[in-house]
């Protein structure tokens, strides 16, 4: 997909940003023009067309780990502990991740990384969507 000098610019910048400051573009861009981040990337897909869409799902080889939930407040602490093991957040930003539920932990990862951090995070006491 070609794009823009303009953006591709921007996408080489943004690239060289650290997870959290990625985190406080995007809640910054939400902000400022009213919109979700997911909920542009729906509609992006959508004019892809529909028939290149659903191959590409067949054959998805990376997945977002999602937190939905924790499966007992007892078992706050060791799913915080396991989100900053994943992630490499500080303390309060893994907290504010688990209580904000559902958030994804870690985005685009590999099948199998991807089903370690689920197993991770459940038997931490974490609810998780591969998504």
């Excluded at 023009?33 to 909920?39: I, L, M, S, T, W």
């Excluded at 939905?68 to 504010?96: F, Q, S």
């Amino acid at each position: 997909m070609a794009v823009a000098e303009k953006v591709q610019k921007v996408l080489d910048e943004v690239a060289t940003w650290n997870l959290l400051e990625v985190r406080d573009f995007v809640k910054a861009f939400e902000e400022k023009f009213d919109v979700k981040a997911q909920a542009a990337v729906a509609v992006a897909a959508g004019p892809a067309g529909g028939g290149a869409a659903a191959p590409a799902a067949a054959a998805k080889t990376e997945f977002n780990v999602v937190l939905t939930g924790i499966t007992d407040e007892a078992k706050k602490i060791p799913v915080i502990k396991v989100v900053r093991e994943i992630t490499a957040l500080g303390l309060a930003e893994a907290k504010k991740l688990v209580e904000e539920a559902p958030k994804a932990v870690k985005e685009n990862v590999g099948k199998a990384d991807a089903d370690a951090m689920k197993k991770k995070l459940e038997d931490a006491g974490g609810k998780v969507e591969l998504k």
